[in-house]
């Protein structure tokens, strides 16, 4: 099967890489020329674990390239994927769907054969709809269907995520595009992987309906986890009885400094305003939303009481920039709304990051210092702020750590160190409901 996918990032060079390795003949376009060039130079414009592999065996094998010109590959193409950024639009919350529709309005006129374009993006419920009508207008004469298969890959595990995923949700509004939706996920038969048909609109809600869950599932442990360091409970202990239960399950409940990346954040926002627009009220995500931007707000405070109530002339060293460990992405990550509140409040930063320091200086203030080793970024500051969970932060030596500090603070927002433990060795450790 021929396939394009439109845009190459996250997703789009993911589940190009992913289908490639099922046996489709793949072509990823991006709109974004020095991305293309890179790619076909063999390098990998994102840090996802696995992927530069996978990519290079599949262009050498003749199954997957890159291109920017979509004059060669949409005629021949049997199905062309959506993979473009959707963005919160500025000011209203609202998906910005002018990438969607203009890479729509840009194939239209090249179909050819019968083709199936397929919304990967995550996009408002309607949007395949008006996917179709562009293209009817554009092209009345194309023979094609639209289709919606929402991505539920994780960042950082995205390659397994893809290949052998939880479900893969399709939504289409006839047999003809089923078919070749079944053709092309057709390998995942063999582990049995689910297959869900639904309608579009019903695929196009799942996964708002999905990221808003998950969220909600954060922002619920993130608060309980306030009333545990108030009433001496231990929000793992907490966490893990609850998660006992079939109904409820372990995953998403452990706290941190509230979520972030490319999807819960505005996910949620685009699903409150989804509902706005219906009549409907979302007060429960609404509320989630807010519950998150209060946990950062509540990091602050935390840092300051550990710091022993001021922060202004303080050196703190950072541990971890990116919203989660094994990825290199820093949209919306905790650390944006809190390092740059630290700063105005007098704060010194050192910080250290394993992948993401090349995406953060873009996007954090000047005057933070970045270190390549992680103990260096220590030498004479006042604390350590764990943010992100990286494995290389999880067996720090600790003795070490000591005598790099001024004073033996030590701030877990990550809950990856035991209480006792760090206490017993000196330090003075702060996490997050425990
Ligand atoms: N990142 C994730 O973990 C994840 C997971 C599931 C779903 N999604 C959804 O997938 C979509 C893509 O997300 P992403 O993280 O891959 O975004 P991204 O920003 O990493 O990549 C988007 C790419 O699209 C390209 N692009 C823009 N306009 C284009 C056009 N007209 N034609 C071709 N390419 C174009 C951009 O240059 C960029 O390379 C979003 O809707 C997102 O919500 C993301």
Redesign the pocket.
């Known amino acids: 099967m021929k396939v394009t996918v ?7 060079l993911v589940s190009g890489t992913c289908f490639a390795e099922f046996g489709a003949s793949v072509t990823c ?4 020329k020095t ?1 293309v060039n890179k790619l076909k130079d063999g390098m990998i414009p994102i840090y996802e674990p696995g992927l530069n592999a996978l990519v290079e065996k599949n262009v050498a094998q003749g199954a997957l390239s890159f291109t920017d010109e979509l004059d060669n590959c949409i005629p021949e193409s049997d199905l062309v994927f959506v ?4 963005p919160s639009r500025h000011g209203d919350g609202h998906a910005d769907l002018s ?1 969607v529709f ?2 729509v309005k ?1 194939i239209a006129p090249l179909l050819k054969n019968y083709t199936v374009i397929v919304d ?4 408002p419920v309607g949007t395949a709809r008006n996917v179709k009508r562009i293209i009817a207008e554009a092209n009345p004469d194309a023979d094609f269907d639209v289709a919606s298969n ?6 950082g595990a995205a390659i397994t995520d893809f290949m052998r995923p939880d479900r893969v949700v399709i939504g289409v509004e006839n047999e003809r595009a089923e078919n070749v939706l079944r053709e092309l996920y057709r390998p995942l038969n063999l582990i049995e992987a689910p297959m869900f048909f639904t309608d579009l609109e019903s695929a196009e809600l799942i996964k708002y309906a999905s990221n808003a869950f998950l969220a909600t599932k954060i922002s619920f442990i993130n608060e309980i986890s306030m009333l545990c360091d108030e009433v001496g409970a231990d929000v793992h202990a907490v966490a893990k009885g609850m998660g006992m239960d079939s109904r409820i399950g372990r995953k998403f409940l452990r706290p941190g400094p509230g979520f972030g ?3 819960f954040p ?2 949620t926002q685009a699903l409150v305003r989804i509902a706005q627009e219906h009549g409907v009220s979302s007060r429960i995500v609404e509320t989630v939303i807010e519950v998150n931007e209060a946990q950062k707000a509540r990091m602050i405070k935390k840092i300051r009481e550990a710091l022993g109530g001021k922060e202004s002339g303080k050196t703190l060293a950072v541990l971890g920039l990116t919203y989660k460990p094994e990825t290199d ?1 820093m949209r919306e990550a905790p650390s944006l709304a809190i390092l740059p509140k630290l700063i105005e409040n007098g704060c010194h930063i050192n910080a250290h990051d394993p992948k993401g320091v090349n995406e953060a200086k873009a996007l954090l203030p000047n005057s933070i210092k970045y270190f390549d080793d992680i103990y260096v970024a220590m030498e004479n500051t006042d604390a350590v702020v764990l943010m992100t969970e990286w494995d290389v932060y999880r067996n720090l030596d600790m003795e070490v750590v000591k005598q790099k500090l001024n004073t033996p603070i030590f701030i877990d927002l990550r809950n990856i160190y035991e209480p006792e433990t760090m206490n017993l060795l000196g330090f003075q450790y702060s996490c997050i409901g425990r």
């Open positions: 439109l845009g190459c990032g996250y997703v789009g376009f991006d709109v974004d991305k993979a473009v950024g959707t990438y203009q890479a840009d990967k993006s995550t996009v929402p991505e539920f890959l994780r960042e990346g490319s999807c505005k996910d992405d």
